[in-house]
């Protein structure tokens, strides 16, 4: 078990991070806002899980320990998988998923993509009692970049959600819309979480 890694942030997608370790580029998988709170060229630490399959080994990372365990532990659920443990990190942060799970709020949880009205009900029927026992307050990375230019944070979000499943109409039409509000989020990771929410409706 590969439980953390830490070293110079070489690239930084929307929902990964390439870290130097030791010579050795690790491709670590992490949430929006965990990418953001990357910058390039400087050193970051991430608390990590290694999935082990037949025919890959992937790396999932987080901002700290407790994050790193409640994604483990929303996959003892049947029917979440590592990639849906991280699409509920992405769109609700930690404590606001572990409310939702403790407080019973379907309508939350069906926000997130994968997620239908009776995973929904599992997740909290199986998890309810357990998410009490998880420390809580993720802390970021490392010291969080200025927001890129508008243009350019709609265009990952775009590209984010074509990568989830979506087509680029349905992309784009959905982050036009977001976008358009007053209180618009401007940083990719939030506006990323709002879109999801949208489109989870």
Known sequence: MIASVRG??????LDHVVVEVGGVGMLVHTTP????????GQEATFFTTLVVREDSLTLFGFADDAERRLFELVQTVSGVGPRLALAMLAVHAPDALRAAIAGGDVPTLVKVPGIGK????????????????????????????????????????VDALTGLGWSTKQAQDAVAKVAKADDAPTQVADLLRATLRSLGR
């Not at 110079?8 to 997608?13: A, H, K, M, P, Q």
């Not at 806002?33 to 390039?40: K, L, N, P, V």
């Open 8 to 13: 110079t942030v070489l690239s930084i997608g």
């Open 33 to 40: 806002s965990g990418a953001s709170s990357a910058r390039t």
């Open 118 to 157: 009776k995973g929904a009900e599992r997740i909290v029927l199986e998890l309810k009692d357990k998410v009490g026992a998880l420390p809580g307050g993720a802390t970021p990375v490392s010291e969080a970049p200025s927001a890129p230019a508008a243009d350019e944070t709609q265009q990952q979000v």
